[in-house]
């Protein structure tokens, strides 16, 4: 039924070090299909839900890349949006509670010929599973992490999450929640992460490009994508929604273009003297030369941390797009590196070496 | 002067002084000094959980135990022959390990008024008679060391520091051990201090020196080198021997080893010395926490790696659901627990075997997982071998227990042919395994081999074979999510019989009975091996006859071990915990099963232990 065979990255065979042969995702000449990355499974969200849109987006999406299918990874933790690796044909696994990048890490750092990503919500991964979310952005472990945020938990059937606002009614919550939420941006940011960036599930050019933005990115790429669960929190992103009221909340951030937004561009962000940050200003009043021009590749984070503190619970004003975008050596190199270079050092072959570290410095021998 | 030199069989000798002494190292160095010498040894380190325990306490004490003798030895030894107490807490935390008759040897330098009154001694032990029954010794060690070191250019305090290696010489002396290894040591290990380096060398000199003139030691004494099989020996620690049948266990694999680790007592040592063999291909990851730890090694074994993960007691249980998980997903992952002593923080620098349970059982659903048990420290290299292959093997998490006395005790070890090793190779699946309705081939991560009931392991990047694992139940073959409550059924018997099946690849469990007329067995697992072997000697010796039976396997139980206690009128199970393996032989066999049980954070004393397995014995025979 099986044979011993030479996989990517896997060498089989007694003694062999089994270091990937490869340090980056192998490319296909094949054409891919959105077809090719449907599995045949039946998907299972509740009709409406802001999932399929999500879905739909990658499978679109992936074929672009061009990457070899049987060479990305998706793993997810618990949540509505963690079933999604069963509806996509690629290598996959659907794990437990918050645990989603700690996975993710072993695999990535220990097979850099793999694209991995990972699928999380709102609870699984800044409730549950906060601190692995934290270290495998500080690490830049070579992860695309794909927060789904919908404000709420759906699986468990409506409870408050950590990006809840507060005050909200639920089941658990019936005279209001409690809890100051989290800015999922700003949390990243302040874990070092290297690329941060913001969409929304209902528009699809947006969520696209960002998501290729992440794919392009070497290191963790953490995207929050605003999330409707029609069920238990429905409507909960309609004012950057509806066309009434989107042009004044949304704003579409673009690298090396100024931070304008409102109908007719009548808004901006300007530099705030008085608090070191950035503030909201009618062009009118400042002028367009002062608006700030949007640069993802600043060192500084506190620019990108400035800028996602711009909204707060009430979602005014919401920039959407990449925050932040810059390069660090990612972790998964950065221990290949130290494995090859232990073994540049050392001449002997494995069956030499092994004999050699039994022993040690210090032996005798009976006859 | 001539002194007169006596031959002994066996020595027990403890060293013990503040943690702050070296006490560690010095028990070190005399072990690597009698390893060389070719005796049969086994150490005992015993030190306080804090880093930098207060000074002169009792809860300060830190203490190193050393057995060697010229046949071979099962145990650190229950009592020191002689004990070396660098201060009043030492003699006092020490004093009534030591039979009537023991020697004593006490560094008197700090037996000030105020250092006796810390510990709570209202005279001086050494003037008031409460030692009449030992041979004692009165050192100014301290003094002595500052004396030879004198011109040395150290500071007083430095100088002072190197009188563990003054006792070291003075004991060298007394049991004839050669010296060139430690000074070769000292010079080494500081070699970029050479005047610490020299001054060490010194008060090792005149440690030795001291014995060989002074008056107050008129004999010294020779254990001869033991009888052992023949080959090339080294000394080897439990977590050292653990981490090098891991590494052994890729390179004979041929997949490569991932480490993910969160630090933890005793458990932190696999983590360092793993980390310093990446040119075998070995990867380690200190992760954020014990969940992570796990996370990562179980996402390593989906990639194809030997996915492992070390810690301890109170890490399983941060681990249980990622094992869980490991469980149901089928992927091969070696659990290394270092048992501590429990519940929650416990004793963490003390020994105890009291996680069988919770390996066993410290899972939500039904969620069987091997059990594999090293017996002594040189024996943590073919245990850890063994938990690999089972899980290479079998697909499956396997639980590796070591305890704290096996990870930092140490032994001689023969030094196996790398080529005699087992080959764990595994063959990866690469093509497709099933055919659909519609006559279609595809690929079914849950269709089992008929012998093992092992599932394929297609590792991604090979083509054609793309699929999704889970947490949620699967479908039988098609591994698809799966509600079915049949299927479930079938899924949870078909998950404990792989486990199970395991036992038809374990060796018969084997009888030590030397005339085969024993009435009572004793039957162990994990590091009491060596006191109840040294036990049954002990009981032997005294003309009693009484059956050993060992376990490396506690889950599965070795298919003869029914038959075995079976034959025996009874069946006395020591454990370091309240009875847990007596329970599961209780439930398993119906055997009315005896527990002798402790859990005082240090190994059972041989003496003891005869004592109860003779008591059973009268109480059996003279039934
Ligand atoms: S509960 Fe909400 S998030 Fe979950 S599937 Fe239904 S609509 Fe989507």
């Known amino acids: ?367 | 002067m001539s002194k007169q030199v006596r031959q002994l069989d066996r020595v027990v000798i403890r060293f013990a002084g503040d943690s702050g002494d070296g006490m560690q190292l010095t028990g070190d160095r005399f072990t690597s000094e009698t390893a060389a010498f070719g005796n049969d040894l086994s150490t005992l380190p015993n030190f306080p959980a804090e880093i930098r325990a207060p000074q002169g306490t009792m809860a300060g004490v830190s203490s190193f135990q050393l057995h060697f003798a010229d046949h071979d030895i099962m145990t650190p030894g229950d009592r020191p022959d002689v004990l070396v107490a660098m201060n009043p807490a030492a003699l006092k935390a020490n004093v009534a390990d030591m039979p009537r008759g023991g020697t004593i040897i006490v560094d008197s330098h700090d037996f000030t008024k105020r250092a006796l009154a810390k510990v709570g001694y209202e005279a001086s032990p050494l003037e008031d008679g409460s030692l009449d029954a030992y041979q004692v010794h009165e050192v100014d060690l301290t003094g002595l060391t500052l004396g030879a070191l004198e011109g040395s250019g150290l500071s007083r305090k430095d100088a002072g520091r190197a009188k563990n290696m003054f006792a070291l010489g003075l004991l060298s002396w007394m049991y004839s051990r050669p010296t060139e290894g430690t000074e070769r040591f000292l010079r080494k290990k500081f070699a970029t201090k050479p005047t610490i380096a020299e001054a060490n060398v010194a008060a090792f000199r005149a440690g030795w020196n001291f014995g060989e003139t002074t008056e107050s030691f008129s004999i010294s004494y020779e254990v001869k080198p033991a009888a052992m099989t023949a080959g090339t020996y080294r000394n080897i620690s439990g977590n050292l021997a653990l981490s090098y049948g891991l590494i052994a266990a890729s390179q004979r694999s041929g997949l490569p080893l991932f480490l993910g680790a969160y630090p933890i007592t005793p458990a932190s040592d696999i983590l360092h010395e793993l980390s310093k063999h990446k040119r075998f291909g070995v990867r380690t990851f200190q992760a954020e926490d014990e969940i992570a730890g796990i996370g990562a090694a179980l996402g390593a074994s989906f990639g194809g790696a030997l996915g492992v993960t070390t810690t301890s007691g109170p890490g399983i249980a941060l681990k249980s659901e990622t094992i869980g998980l490991a469980v149901s997903l089928e992927l091969p992952l070696v659990v290394v627990d270092v048992q501590r002593g429990g519940p929650s923080t416990g004793l963490p620098t003390k020994t105890e075997q009291s996680d069988l349970m919770q390996a066993m059982y410290g899972r939500n659903g039904e969620a069987p997982v091997p059990v594999v048990a090293p017996r002594s420290p040189a024996d943590c290299f073919w245990a850890a071998l063994e938990a690999a292959r089972i899980a290479l093997a079998y697909r499956t998490p396997v639980m590796l227990l070591s305890d704290g006395y096996l990870a930092n005790g140490s032994e001689p070890w023969l030094i196996p042919d790398v080529d005699d090793l087992p080959d764990l190779r595994v063959d990866f699946a690469t093509e497709l395994n099933h055919t659909d309705a519609k006559g279609e081939a595809e690929y079914w991560p849950y269709l089992r081999d008929p012998e093992t009931l092992a599932r394929p392991w297609a590792v991604p990047g090979t083509p054609g074979l793309e699929h999704r694992i889970g947490g949620i139940e699967k479908a039988d073959g098609s591994g698809n999510i799966s509600y079915d409550p049949a299927n479930h059924d079938l899924m949870v018997r078909t998950r404990q019989a792989k486990i199970d099946g395991i036992a038809r690849s374990i060796p018969p469990i084997e009888v030590d009975d030397p005339s085969g007329e024993a009435s009572v067995l004793v039957l162990g697992w994990g590091s009491t091996h060596g006191p109840i072997g040294a036990a049954c000697r002990r009981v032997r010796a005294a003309g009693q006859q009484v059956a050993q039976a060992h376990l490396r396997h506690l889950n599965p139980f070795p298919a003869n071990l029914g038959e075995v206690l079976g034959k025996y009128e009874k069946v006395l199970i020591p454990e370091m915990n309240l009875g847990q393996l007596s329970m599961m032989v209780r439930a398993r066999y119906l055997v009315d099963a005896i527990a002798y049980n402790q859990v005082r954070g240090l190994p059972f004393r041989a003496e003891e232990l005869a004592d109860v397995i003779t008591n059973l014995i009268s109480d059996t025979d003279g039934e």
């Open chain 1, 1 to 367: 039924m099986t044979d011993t065979v030479e996989t990517p990255g896997i060498t089989g065979g007694v003694a062999d070090l089994g270091i990937p042969a490869l340090r980056h995702v192998p490319k296909t000449d094949e054409p891919q299909k959105t077809a090719d990355f449907k599995s045949d499974q039946e998907v299972r969200w509740c009709p409406g839900c802001g999932d399929y849109a999500i879905l739909a987006a990658v499978q679109g999406f992936l074929p672009q890349l061009g990457l070899k299918r049987e060479n990305i990874v998706f793993v997810s933790g618990i949540g509505c949006s963690s079933r999604f690796p069963y509806y996509l044909n690629t290598y996959g696994m659907h794990s437990i509670h918050g645990r989603a990048p700690a996975i993710a890490t072993g695999l990535s750092a220990s097979r850099p010929d793999l694209s991995v990503w990972v699928v999380t919500g709102d609870g699984d991964a800044l409730s549950i599973g906060g601190n692995h979310l934290i270290h495998a952005l500080r690490r830049n472990v070579n992860l695309k992490i794909l927060l789904f945020n919908n404000r709420i938990y759906g699986l468990t059937k409506g409870q408050y999450s950590p990006t809840s606002e507060v005050g909200k009614i639920t089941k658990s919550t019936p005279m209001g929640s409690l809890d100051y939420p989290f800015n999922p941006v700003s949390l990243a940011l302040g874990a070092e992460a290297t690329f941060v960036a913001r969409t929304i599930d209902s528009d699809r050019k947006h969520l696209t490009s960002v998501l290729r933005a992440a794919a392009e990115h070497e290191g963790t790429a953490l995207v929050e994508i605003y999330q409707n669960c029609n069920i238990f929190n429905d409507g909960a992103f309609d004012v950057l929604k509806d066309p009434s009221t989107r042009d004044d909340w949304l704003l579409r951030m673009e690298h090396g273009q100024p931070l304008r937004f409102g109908s007719e561009g009548s808004r901006g962000v300007v530099r705030d003297p008085s608090t070191g940050g950035l503030r909201v200003a009618d062009v009118a009043e400042v002028g367009t030369d002062a608006l700030v021009v949007h640069d993802a590749h600043t060192d500084d984070p506190s620019y990108a941390f400035a800028l996602s503190r711009l909204s707060g619970q009430d979602l005014a004003y919401t920039p959407i797009g990449v925050f932040r975008s810059v390069e660090r050596p990612t972790y998964d190199e950065l221990m290949t590196n130290q494995v090859e270079t232990a073994q540049g050092a050392s001449d002997a072959d494995s069956a030499t070496g092994l004999t050699a570290l039994l022993r040690g410095n210090d032996t005798w021998t009976v006859v």
